[in-house]
């Protein structure tokens, strides 16, 4: 069954092929801003025709100067007057401007979801969003204040910071979902006790976002893998002792490189596809299991991504720096959305806490004690619930060490928990990946799932060799084979890469690289060049 979830991860996987500015304004507009509306507005009294028409864009302003990484915090109030039953939306200090919204000329007319401090009688109720209209066609609105940030290169998003001075807002501005309530006589009520649970709730799109900026980086991610494969296909290099020219993916230093990435391509891939299924169903995005996954999934993933295009523009050499060739072009959004809907590493410290004290997160049982070599898919992916059984002990020794308070205690801890974080998600990829080559009908494509497989997994492991020899999960000889294992991997895949990218499905028509195609000179083509003109006589 495809759910809203899957169609908006697909959306998000066209346009990150497509443009990196589109991929923010969308993200933005379909999912925090009309998302949040349909989950914050459950009778339905807002008109979304303005906004699904696009008549009206919708942006999202939560995030201050002075408050990122612990948002809940948040400065910018709006306060109840129950004599007009209205908001007066404030922001007090320098640190509570809206920092790095949309909110620019861009557009024409626009609305936003604003976190604000809801104050009732001088009671702090907690975080909550509110609809505000920020500007129509002249420019912003009574009392709302826009100056623009300096450019991001290669992103055309109109980024600025956003303040409000006094601002009234009619009792309907209040998106309070059906967790919170507030009568015209001034009384609060909340199902939730905790503030900060009230704002997390408030902000739950973001966990949705993080799914659709990691298939955005990943798409992204596979159109360059696709257009260095195959321009390695067609760019020529000199052949030892020999005359002949052939193909630089010849070389097996070219292939264990793009065929390493393309593997992670892969396991990132069925890594979306699981976290999505897990995520997908309405009761699934706000527990603790999910929001471990999807910020474990968002962090692999968008950081994975990364490295693959990378990889990819250096195995292009200088053609990989023109924007004609779109990989330098593709690798900005995709370091945007390492940051947005939750910094990487932030999101990941916190998904490391909350694996440590069993919050969201169980470790996998201990496989059985074998061997096998390494060709061997399960035993590779025992290895790696090993490491992560390794890295969760380890961890867990490190939070239990003596310290002299709460900070040196976590710090003594944060590194090995993001270890923790990494591994998991490996382990999750791996899962995933075996699972899907075992879907597979055709005995060939399972093979070369399977051998794909194996060379993720070689190359995941390498690393950590020492410590799995030194737990007796690996031997002596099985180390020293991993290397030659690599190479042995990615010859046998090598015929088969331009396949494997090409599985990816993504047109000519969208791609658009001139060296992703087989005439990739002619458009380098003079006309007026010498090679053009007619040889003189004689």
């Known amino acids: 069954m495809v759910t809203a979830t899957d169609q908006l991860v697909s959306l998000h996987e066209w346009l990150g092929v497509v443009d990196g500015s589109l991929t923010t304004l969308a ?42 990484n612990n948002a809940a915090e948040l400065e910018t109030t709006a306060t109840y007057r129950t004599e007009t039953d209205t908001f007066v939306l404030h922001t007090p200090s320098p640190g509570a401007q809206k920092f790095m919204p949309n909110t620019g000329p861009a557009g024409g007319p626009k609305s936003g979801l604003v976190a604000a401090r809801l104050i009732v009688r001088d009671q702090d109720c907690g975080v909550f969003l509110f609809l505000v209209p920020l500007r129509d066609g002249q420019g912003p609105l009574p009392g709302i204040r826009v100056r623009p940030l300096s450019e991001i290169p290669g992103s055309a998003v109109d980024h600025a910071i956003t303040s409000f001075d006094q601002v009234g807002l009619p009792r309907t501005a209040l998106l309070a979902g059906d967790h919170a309530d507030l009568t015209t006589e001034g009384a609060f009520h909340s199902t939730l006790g905790s503030r900060r649970r009230r704002f997390l709730r408030s902000i739950q799109r973001v966990t949705a976002g993080k799914l659709c900026l990691s298939a955005a980086a990943l798409a992204g991610a596979r159109a360059c893998l696709t257009i260095s494969v195959r321009y390695a296909h067609r760019r020529h290099t000199f052949a030892p002792a020999s005359r002949t020219a052939v193909p630089v993916f010849d070389y097996r230093c070219h292939q264990t490189r793009l065929l390493g990435v393309t593997a992670r391509a892969y396991a990132a891939t069925f890594l979306l596809r699981e976290t999505t299924r897990c995520c997908a169903g309405p009761d699934n995005t706000g527990t603790a299991e999910a929001e471990v996954l999807v910020a474990a999934a968002k962090g692999w993933i968008t950081w994975q991504s990364r490295d693959i295009v990378v990889e990819s523009r250096e195995r292009c050499g200088a053609q990989g720096l023109l924007s004609a ?53 399960a035993f590779l992916l025992d290895l790696l619930v090993r490491h992560e059984l390794y890295c969760h002990q380890y961890a867990r020794s490190r939070l239990s060490r003596p310290s002299a308070g709460p900070m040196e205690r976590w710090n003594h801890a944060v590194n090995p928990a993001l270890d923790l974080v990494d591994a998991y998600a490996a382990r999750r990829a791996a899962q995933a990946f075996l699972a899907a080559a075992d879907r597979v009908g055709d005995d060939a494509t399972r093979r070369l799932l399977e051998q794909l497989f194996q060379l993720f997994a070689l190359q995941r492991l390498a690393p950590h060799a020492g410590l799995l020899l030194a737990d007796g999960h690996l031997t002596a000889e099985a180390v020293r084979d991993l290397a030659p294992a690599v190479d042995r991997v990615s010859a046998a895949l090598a015929p088969d890469a331009l396949a494997l990218v090409e599985a990816f499905a993504i047109p000519d028509t969208i791609l658009q690289a001139p060296i992703a195609t087989g005439g990739y000179e002619a458009a380098y083509d003079d006309p007026q060049g010498p090679w053009q003109q007619p040889a003189p006589l004689g």
């Open 27 to 68: 993200t933005i507009h379909y999912n925090l801003f009309l998302g949040s509306l349909l989950r914050l507005d459950p009778r339905r009294t807002i008109d979304l025709l303005p906004f699904t028409r696009l008549w009206q864009y919708g942006t999202a302003l939560i995030t201050e100067l002075g408050y990122g």
């Open 325 to 377: 060739n779109r990989i330098v072009d593709l690798l900005t959004p995709i370091e945007s959305t390492i940051t947005a809907e939750g910094d990487n590493l932030v999101i990941w410290t916190k998904a490391g806490a909350d694996m440590l004290i069993g919050r969201g997160y169980s470790p996998p049982p201990p496989p059985a004690a074998r061997t096998g070599p390494l060709t061997d898919c």
